[in-house]
């Protein structure tokens, strides 16, 4: 099992940027995909992007594709999301997976997951 730590949250104004970083530990994840998700209240957990860590492919919604960017740095184990352009809807709660050997949006195939950071972005 991946241990999943986020960081990087804060208050933004719109228009600006933001860089998370989630570091994983206690497992070799060259086998994962590493997942970003979103959820406000009352809402289901969104997926944003995902990333195959060996191999680099990447996968990303609709609504933040163009502003949004995953990567990862295999030396520290870390995994980001960089979000450009951020704008008062992108407030949320930002979680960090990881599911093993699938490739996929699907929350519920993620296995592993981080405490969350939230990110709140001001008109």
């Known amino acids: 099992q991946v241990q999943l730590v986020e960081s990087g949250g804060g208050l933004v104004q719109a228009g600006g940027s933001l860089r998370l970083s989630c570091t994983a530990s206690?497992?070799?994840?060259?086998?994962?995909?590493m997942g970003w998700f979103r959820q406000v209240p009352g809402k289901e957990r969104e997926f944003l992007a995902a990333?195959?860590?060996?191999?680099?492919?990447?996968v990303y919604a609709d609504s933040v594709k163009g502003r949004f960017t995953i990567s990862r740095d295999s030396a520290k184990n870390t995994v980001y999301l960089q979000m450009t352009s951020l704008k008062p809807e992108d407030t949320a709660v930002y979680y960090c997976?990881?599911?093993?050997?699938?490739?996929?949006?699907?929350?519920?195939?993620?296995?592993?997951w981080g405490q969350g950071t939230q990110v709140t972005v001001s008109s």
């Open positions: 206690g497992s070799t994840i060259s086998s994962y995909v």
């Open positions: 990333i195959l860590w060996n191999g680099g492919n990447t």
């Open positions: 997976a990881a599911a093993r050997a699938v490739f996929t949006t699907i929350a519920a195939l993620y296995t592993s």
